[in-house]
């Protein structure tokens, strides 16, 4: 949506008001189904490696830190950073660059752990 979908509509010729108020619209949409579909990928990990290696898996690893920002970008959408406009960009771009790494991990296999 960021890469692609904005400057789509900036191109289009939308007013950049209209575009910020349909970002601001999604991307608390796409950051709640990024932190479901994390924390059902933390549970099938966890099935298929044991609670003791998901800790130690990189993609683990990678999956809490996407819990750890969808709760960052809700809790500062409340919190004192409400009125930075900073915080809820940042959140969304560090789980989109948290997925990137977890495309780039390593399919786990049960017959490795």
């Known amino acids: 949506m960021h890469f692609v979908v904005l400057?789509?509509?900036?191109?289009?010729?939308?007013?950049?008001?209209?575009?910020?108020e349909i970002a601001a619209g999604l991307r608390p949409?796409?950051?709640?189904f990024a932190a479901f579909c994390?924390?059902?990928?933390?549970?099938?990990?966890?099935?298929?490696?044991?609670?003791?290696?998901f800790w130690r898996d990189p993609r683990g690893q990678l999956l809490l830190i996407v819990l750890a920002l969808a709760i960052g970008h809700f809790g500062g959408r409340t919190a004192l950073v409400a009125s930075s406009a900073f915080?809820?960009?940042?959140t969304y771009l560090s789980i989109?660059?948290?997925g990137v790494l977890l495309v780039?991990?390593?399919v786990p296999n049960r017959d490795a752990g």
């Open 29 to 32: 949409t796409l950051v709640g």
């Open 7 to 20: 400057p789509g509509l900036d191109r289009i010729g939308l007013a950049p008001l209209l575009i910020e």
């Open 104 to 106: 780039l991990q390593p």
């Open 38 to 53: 994390a924390l059902f990928q933390a549970l099938l990990l966890a099935q298929v490696t044991g609670f003791r290696g």
């Open 87 to 90: 915080w809820p960009v940042f």
């Open 96 to 98: 989109a660059f948290c």
